[in-house]
């Protein structure tokens, strides 16, 4: 995964950040029973990238009033809903989710990652949207990158290589700087 430029723009947990191009990126590290939901509107290059922490805002209404973006089921309508405030189209965006492993000793206790990525599925078919690609599961955390020129997003999991989603309808190309930048 590429090192952060001044024009990228880094995601905390139970944090939510949109951003359009020329920013170059926004990206999340170490997911772990946490979700990360990346949306990209590949027609006005606005993305953003969701990084929750737990489920259900019904756990703590008072908290998910305040910091929506901790929770999945009131953090994916915030982000949703703030792309089409930055012009993005809901028919053009492009979503995909990682993260949500079992970093428990005790998995059957809390499933915590398990209870994310369902509360995902739920969100997004209430939202009437699907996931394009998910990297979900497992023990080992994740890092996530969305270039905002492409909508290439590079996925890293635990210590093995990296590898690369590419939302439904992006066209992802690999520029060198001296190259020409193709007409729209």
Same mark, same amino acid.
């Given at each position: ?18 951003? /359009?191009?020329?920013? !170059?990126?926004?990206?999340?590290? /170490? ?7 990346? /949306? #990209?509107? #590949? ?8 990084? @929750? ?10 908290? @998910? ?22 012009? %993005? ?8 989710? %990682?993260?949500? @492993? ?7 206790? +809390? ?7 369902? @509360?995902? *599925?739920?969100? +997004? #078919? ?29 996925? *890293? ?12 309808? %992006? ?8 190259? !020409?930048?193709?007409?729209?």
């Amino acid at each position: 995964m590429a090192q952060p430029s001044e024009t990228d723009i880094i995601v905390g947990v139970g944090e939510c950040r949109l951003a /359009a191009y020329p920013v !170059a990126s926004v990206s999340t590290y /170490a997911l772990g029973s946490c979700v990360a939901v990346v /949306a #990209w509107d #590949w027609r006005v290059k606005v993305g953003g990238l969701l990084h @929750a922490m737990l489920p259900e805002s019904s756990i703590d209404r008072t908290r @998910a009033a305040s910091q929506p973006s901790c929770y999945v089921d009131t953090g994916i309508p915030a982000l949703i809903v703030g792309m089409e405030e930055n012009g %993005a189209s809901r028919r053009r965006i492009r979503c995909c989710v %990682a993260g949500g @492993a079992s970093m428990i000793v005790d998995r059957a206790l +809390f499933e915590i990652g398990k209870r994310n990525y369902l @509360a995902v *599925k739920k969100t +997004f #078919w209430k939202l009437g949207m699907f996931l394009d690609q998910e990297d979900v599961g497992g023990s080992e955390s994740r890092s996530i990158r969305l270039d905002l020129d492409t909508g290439r997003i590079d996925l *890293k999991k635990g210590v093995g290589p990296g590898r690369v989603f590419v939302p439904a309808g %992006a066209c992802v190309t690999e520029r060198r700087k001296n190259d !020409a930048i193709p007409a729209r």
